[in-house]
């Protein structure tokens, strides 16, 4: 079983930043590619970000120069630096595990709130 542990999310100003922390296993840190969706109301789950083992991201247009997605080996967790947020931001953000062989299994979700 694949768990996901998420933290930090909250409520933030435009141009503000956050950072979300998502603890896992060290048996599925090791072996599966870790990243972040986001669901805002209303909408579907979108891709935000994924970052494979050997440490590449890839990110969603929306969000590139924006958010950092990075891993610590020693820690076992993934981070999504979260800099210039905008009010389209909010929305509730999941961490995620995938592989190829798996699929993907989800974290909590966390909110993060735009305020004006």
């Known amino acids: 079983q694949v768990q996901l542990v998420g933290s930090g999310g909250g409520l933030v100003q435009p141009g503000g930043s956050l950072r979300l922390s998502c603890a896992t296993s060290r048996r599925i840190f090791i072996a599966y590619a870790m990243g972040w969706y986001r669901q805002a109301p209303g909408k579907q789950r979108d891709f935000v970000a994924i970052?494979?083992?050997?440490?590449?991201?890839v990110y969603a247009d929306p969000v590139k120069g924006r958010f950092t997605n990075s891993r610590d080996n020693a820690k076992n967790t993934v981070y999504l630096q979260m800099n210039d947020l905008k009010p389209e931001d909010t929305a509730v953000y999941y961490c995620?595990?995938?592989?190829?062989?798996?699929?993907?299994?989800w974290g909590q979700g966390t909110q993060i709130t735009g305020s004006s």
């Open positions: 970052i494979s083992l050997n440490g590449g991201a």
């Open positions: 995620s595990a995938y592989q190829k062989h798996a699929g993907t299994d």
